[in-house]
Structure formats: structure tokens, C-alpha cells
């Protein structure tokens, strides 16, 4: 794809799946030697995003922390769309799972979402309104649904925090990874 718009790799550095907007597609490349970016291989594995969202508006691609499943945000439509895979990061024989939940609370134009390391917190990043928005999974829900907005800060273990802060100053900066005024 001439217009690749996301990654993900796997936590053992074997696997990468990225995100081509162009072609509507999810694929993947293997490492021959993990996390060395050298090593990266087309796998010739893929599957199609053409069927869900407005068309060749993909921005991006996460993975569930246990890799059966590919969430990917079509910013024009304001929806994530979830996304089997057969296999742990594989993307042969990946299909569309029937869900998907918006972020149009978030902002007229999202351009990033993320989970932490359970996979219980989603994390939306807008362009228009400048901020990153933490929202839960519910985890026993047939598909996520994104509670209300929380004012929280992505820390450096994996988890939202609220943490004091005064103005635009956080006062435990060293743990916070990232924070945006919002």
C-alpha cells in the first residue's frame, strides 16, 4: 500500500500488522530476527477493510493484548471497527466481527485509538480538540462501549491516572507518558 497510516507489533517483536488506507487493507510482515526492523518481511498475509466505514479513511490499527482481535478507527465515520483474527497476530484469514462503537463524543476528528496493556482502557486522540481521551471497555458487553470522557493522563505502566495538577503543570510528571490540555 502507497499510504500506510498505522502499526502494531506484536509484544514478542515477531509480527507487525500495519494499516494501508489505500488499499483498505490490514497485512502483515514478519521479523526474521525479532524487533530488528532490517529483518522485516511481507508475510503475503492480509485481510480486507473495504466493507466497514467510509471508504480509504483508516487511520490506524490496535491489537487486543491477547492478538485475536484488530481495532481499527475510521476517522471520517468516527468508528472503531473490530476485527477477528484466526490466529494471534495473523492477519490470514482476518474478518470484520460485526462490531464497532463510535468515538464522535471524543472529537469531530479522531486520528488515533489505543488500548493499554489489559485492553481496558481505550484511548482516543483527536486533532480538533487537542486532547487524549481515556474511556473503559466493558469487557462483558457483546461489544466495547466507551463511557463518559475522564480526565486522566496515559502513565508509564499502562494505566490512566487522574493526577493533581495545577494550570497546565502536572505535579507527578515522572510518571506521566503522555498528557494533553484538554
Known amino acids: 500500500d502507497s499510504l500506510m ?14 494499516c494501508g488506507r ?3 487493507e490490514i497485512f502483515q510482515l ?11 518481511v511481507d508475510s ?3 485481510f480486507d477493510l473495504s466493507g466497514e466505514g467510509t471508504a480509504q479513511s483508516q487511520a490506524g490499527v ?8 484488530a481495532f481499527v478507527l475510521n476517522y471520517a465515520d468516527d468508528t472503531v471497527y473490530v476485527y477477528d483474527l ?12 460485526g462490531d464497532s462503537f463510535s468515538v464522535s463524543s471524543n472529537d ?7 488500548l493499554n496493556r489489559a485492553g481496558t482502557i481505550g484511548l482516543v486522540a483527536g486533532n480538533n480538540e487537542d486532547r487524549i481521551e481515556g474511556h473503559t471497555l466493558q469487557g462483558s458487553s457483546p461489544l466495547p462501549v466507551l463511557n463518559q470522557r475522564t480526565d486522566q493522563f496515559l502513565c508509564a505502566d499502562g494505566t490512566l491516572r487522574t493526577i493533581p ?3 497546565h503543570t502536572v505535579e507527578d510528571a515522572a510518571t506521566v507518558v503522555m498528557a494533553f490540555d484538554g
Do not use: H, Q
Open 5 to 18: 497510516v498505522g502499526f502494531a507489533i506484536s509484544p514478542d517483536e515477531t509480527r507487525a500488522l500495519i
Open 22 to 24: 489505500l488499499g483498505e
Open 30 to 40: 514478519d521479523f526474521t530476527t525479532a524487533a530488528d526492523v532490517t529483518s522485516l
Open 44 to 46: 503475503g498475509n492480509s
Open 62 to 69: 490496535t491489537v487486543s493484548p491477547d492478538g485475536m482481535k
Open 86 to 97: 484466526r490466529e494471534p497476530w495473523c492477519a490470514t484469514g482476518g474478518s470484520y466481527s
Open 108 to 114: 469531530s476528528l479522531p486520528l488515533d485509538f489505543s
Open 165 to 167: 495538577r495545577t494550570g
